[in-house]
């Protein structure tokens, strides 16, 4: 058995007593502004801010909300944004 095997051996029995570890939170702080979604457009959870001319042209006037200019999306959503605009050249 080599160094890295005993390594893995003994790790995988320390996992166990180390539940005091943080978990990360699914929970966040602000919801994404597209109606029908219900995750959470927090920055630490992959959340973006889009414009709100970027937010009509993928999902309508009147799909979403908007706050100070902005629209918070979560990262699924913004990930619907961004292959709609992928081919668009925007220099």
């Not at 051996?9 to 320390?14: A, F, I």
């Not at 973006?48 to 990262?75: E, H, M, P, Y």
Request: hydrophobic fraction near 25%; glycine fraction near 8%; aromatic fraction near 8%.
């Amino acid at each position: 058995m080599g160094f890295k095997a005993k390594a893995r051996k003994h790790r995988q029995q320390d996992s166990s007593s180390k539940d005091n570890r943080k978990k990360k939170s699914t929970q966040g702080e602000l919801a994404c502004a597209i109606n029908g979604c219900d995750k959470f457009a927090d920055k630490s959870l992959g959340g973006r801010s889009l414009s709100l001319d970027n937010a009509i042209d993928v999902w309508g006037q009147g799909n979403f909300t908007a706050l100070k200019g902005r629209v918070r999306v979560c990262k699924p959503c913004y990930r619907i944004w961004k292959k709609e605009n992928k081919n668009e050249d925007t220099y």
